[in-house]
């Protein structure tokens, strides 16, 4: 079976281009600087006016399958992917079981080869206890262990300083750590509620999650990892100081322009800022805390300069009555999986970055930075994962919310593009708003 997507404005590591592209069956087989090349094609693609990009790879998501699926369930959460241009994504260790044994990670990974309709892998957790297991993983199929240098939902904080150094000492995986300090957070909560009660305003959350709680964990995390030559991922950065870290050259990753020490941004710290929880109240309530607007312009200017490597969404969807509350009885986490693309491509049209560096962010860096085998890039060979974008302008409705909670921070927002096509190994998964349920994705593999 062949397809051409023909007239494309084809947008792939760093470059921009009038062509089009041959899928034969589930691979790339020819990317072409002729917009419509002749021979006999099972389908052509009119992707006139359109942006043609890598499926996007979000390597920080919270798809709540195991045990907390009254929340989301793979396959609701890679439905809602895939409406946002994400063909592969890594999901995160706290469910219920946590992801911290390997039978454990290969329950998750039966469950996503029946359900999923993207590509997927799975962080293993670290815990105070599990260090010994961490050397001897699966690297052809793990991405990283998750390290948790502060609590968060799930409770799978690693607070032992001698298991820390055992981690970073051994792990020759990506780590990629959740860094707040713990005893900062509990002294200003502790504060609060004696100034504000038991459930403290939401206002009050990027105070006691604060920007000293996130510095403090962050740097303690980077020394860890220089100390022992250790491969670090730090996620979602939410503070303009804790950019600093990050800044200047290392040792590289794959031959790549990598430091071994990176670090991600994600959008709700790209989009929001404490402005708006008087707008959106608990709806933003996240973990690092959504903080200043210094913070988010820094973090938006960090996109370009290379000390910030990858983006991604932190999807964490739950019930809307788990969002009512304070500080304390809100939920953190939002359903954002949907929305990443379509938010940056509203970056790129305020002038905060590129398209051509969108792609690198959200594409091409994650397959570099993991390792991913075969994706991440329009290549011929490749797997034939890829986003058709139009300039189509649309509102977030609650009927187009593809997520099993059903609502989104994003309701009433205005978006610019749209994603109008989504291929995932070859298999025309969304087309104008049809799905085919039927498509099931891969599982990813790796070259650590």
């Given at each position: 079976m062949s397809s051409l997507i023909a007239h494309a404005t084809i947008v792939?590591?760093?470059?921009?281009?009038?062509?089009?592209?041959?899928?034969?069956?589930?691979?790339?087989?020819?990317?072409?600087?002729?917009?419509?090349?002749?021979?006999?094609?099972?389908?052509?693609?009119?992707?006139?006016?359109?942006?043609?990009?890598?499926?996007?790879?979000?390597?920080?998501?919270?798809?709540?399958?195991?045990?907390?699926?009254?929340?989301?369930?793979?396959?609701?959460?890679?439905?809602?992917a895939a409406y946002g241009g994400v063909t592969t994504?890594?999901?995160?260790?706290?469910?219920?079981?946590?992801?911290?044994?390997?039978e454990a990670h290969s329950d998750k990974m039966r469950r996503a080869r029946e359900s999923s309709h993207v590509n997927y892998a799975f962080f293993f957790g670290a815990t105070n206890d599990n260090a010994d297991l961490l050397p001897h993983l699966d690297t052809r199929h793990i991405p990283g262990v998750k390290l948790f240098m502060g609590s968060s939902t799930g409770n799978m904080l690693v607070d032992s300083d001698d298991a820390l150094r055992r981690i970073f000492s051994t792990v020759r995986l990506p780590i990629v750590a959740h860094c707040e300090?713990?005893?900062?957070?509990?002294?200003?909560?502790?504060?609060a509620i004696a100034r504000y009660g038991d459930d403290p305003p939401v206002s009050l959350h990027p105070a006691i999650r604060s920007a000293e709680a996130c510095l403090k964990s962050t740097t303690k995390a980077v020394a860890l990892a220089r100390e022992y030559g250790a491969r670090l991922h730090v996620a979602h950065l939410s503070t303009a100081a804790e950019l600093q870290l990050f800044e200047g050259a290392a040792p590289t990753v794959h031959g790549e322009t990598f430091p071994l020490i990176t670090a991600e941004a994600v959008i709700a710290h790209l989009m929001f800022t404490d402005a708006d929880y008087e707008r959106l109240g608990a709806l933003i309530k996240c973990n690092p805390a959504v903080k200043t607007a210094s913070d988010r312009d820094a973090l938006r200017r960090a996109l370009t300069t290379g000390v910030v490597s990858t983006v991604a969404t932190d999807h964490a969807p739950h019930c809307r009555n788990e969002k009512e509350g304070g500080c304390r009885r809100a939920a953190s986490g939002m359903p954002m999986v949907q929305f990443s693309l379509p938010c940056m491509m509203e970056l790129a049209d305020e002038g905060w970055l590129t398209v051509e560096q969108v792609v690198t962010l959200m594409c091409n860096n994650p397959a570099r930075l993991f390792g991913i085998e075969g994706?991440?890039?329009?290549?011929?060979?490749?797997?034939?994962?890829l986003v058709v974008l139009s300039p189509t302008p649309w509102t977030v409705t609650p009927d187009l919310i593809q997520s099993r909670c059903g609502w989104s921070p994003l309701t009433g927002h205005r978006f610019g593009w749209q994603v109008r096509d989504t291929f995932c190994n070859g298999h025309h998964l969304l087309g104008r708003g049809h799905f085919d349920a039927s498509v099931r994705g891969e599982a990813i593999t790796f070259s650590h």
């Open positions: 792939d590591d760093g470059r921009r281009h009038i062509g089009s592209i041959v899928i034969d069956g589930d691979h790339i087989s020819q990317v072409l600087d002729h917009p419509d090349p002749p021979g006999h094609f099972d389908h052509r693609y009119d992707a006139s006016g359109c942006l043609v990009v890598p499926g996007v790879i979000d390597t920080h998501v919270h798809f709540r399958e195991p045990g907390l699926t009254t929340k989301a369930d793979i396959g609701s959460e890679s439905r809602a994504y890594f999901d995160m260790p706290n469910t219920v079981p946590q992801t911290v044994t390997p300090d713990s005893a900062t957070i509990e002294a200003a909560m502790q504060a994706r991440g890039f329009l290549r011929p060979g490749y797997k034939a994962d």
